[in-house]
């Protein structure tokens, strides 16, 4: 089906060519919608409402040329999962209380180099529940610049804040999500030992 078919389909409600482009891009989604949500229920709901809002948004996107609708999906996605966390008032505005507690000397800098977590040798349980467990503005930036591979000045205006403000949650991220890791690391070791 090409794109004009698509969006006259779309534009018709139609339930089979939803079904199908839910089914067919499934695992992308619900893999961006984990990463980027607490839970696996909440991970459900923005699943649902993030695809939601993007075909409401292929099917009126105004520009001479649409964009073939994987690769609309796929940033248009990201965007509803950004808006579905951040319209969770209670949980997005929360102050991060984390004190840092190991050696001073450890360099967590970003910026710098320094330490960098090797994402692709921790087994993906643990990575996944480690950056569920980051409060919501850390677990957007460090998903956005780390694995979406987003610019600090387009985070920043994707997320109406300042570039220092990622910046900073964006060390935080890293920090916590060390120290998340380290400490689901070390149940699962002791869970399999028992």
Do not use: C, W
């Amino acid at each position: 089906m090409d794109t004009h078919d698509l969006i006259a389909a779309l534009s018709k409600n139609d339930l089979k060519v939803k079904r199908d482009l839910f089914e067919q891009h499934y695992k992308l989604m619900s893999s961006i919608a984990l990463r980027f949500s607490k839970n696996e229920e909440q991970a459900k709901q923005l699943l649902i409402d993030a695809f939601d809002k993007t075909l409401n948004a292929y099917v009126n996107h105004k520009s001479k040329e649409t964009p073939p609708f994987l690769e609309f999906l796929k940033s248009e996605f990201i965007l509803g999962a950004i808006n579905f966390i951040k319209s969770i008032r209670s949980e997005y505005y929360v102050a991060s209380t984390v004190l840092a507690t190991s050696d001073r000397d450890k360099n967590f800098n970003l910026f710098e180099s320094g330490e960098i977590i090797d994402h692709n040798a921790i087994e993906t349980p643990v990575l996944v529940k480690s950056l569920q467990e980051l409060v919501p503005s850390q677990r957007l930036v460090f998903n956005l610049f780390v694995i979406d591979g987003f610019e600090l000045v387009k985070i920043s205006e994707m997320l109406e804040a300042s570039e220092q403000t990622v910046k900073s949650n964006l060390e935080k991220a890293r920090f916590n999500l060390q120290k998340n890791i380290e400490k689901n690391n070390h149940k699962l070791k002791h869970e399999q030992a028992l």
